[in-house]
């Protein structure tokens, strides 16, 4: 187990590189150009990224498989956020779905 002072140490060390990151942001925002291509390419990496995160909570549980229920769930709260349903809607239907198979004996 980690040590709490180190634990501690850590998360101040994340909370200062977020932090430095989102203030360099629009600091260097007018200093640095950077090319159309390399924009395109950060955004499909930061969607990628967004994906496997979300691939990786839906199916997998420690290391192994989730079961049925939370990728079903998962993918309900998916349908409906891309219909532009409210997001309050979209988690209460996608763990209705999972809370529902789960009822059922569906894991």
């Known amino acids: 187990m980690i040590a709490t002072d180190a634990l501690l140490a850590a998360v101040a060390v994340l909370a200062a590189g977020t932090l430095a990151f989102r203030v360099a942001g629009p600091l260097l925002r007018s200093r640095v150009q950077v090319s159309p291509a390399a924009e395109r390419r950060v955004t499909t990496a930061s969607m990628v990224l967004l994906a496997a995160l979300v691939a990786t909570s839906a199916l997998l549980d420690g290391r192994t498989f989730a079961g ?6 998962v993918a309900v709260g ?16 996608a763990a209705g779905a999972t809370a529902v198979l789960r009822l059922f004996g569906v894991t």
């Open 68 to 73: 049925v229920a939370r990728p079903v769930g």
């Open 78 to 93: 998916g349908v409906l956020a891309v219909r532009g349903a409210p997001f309050v809607v979209v988690v209460v239907a």
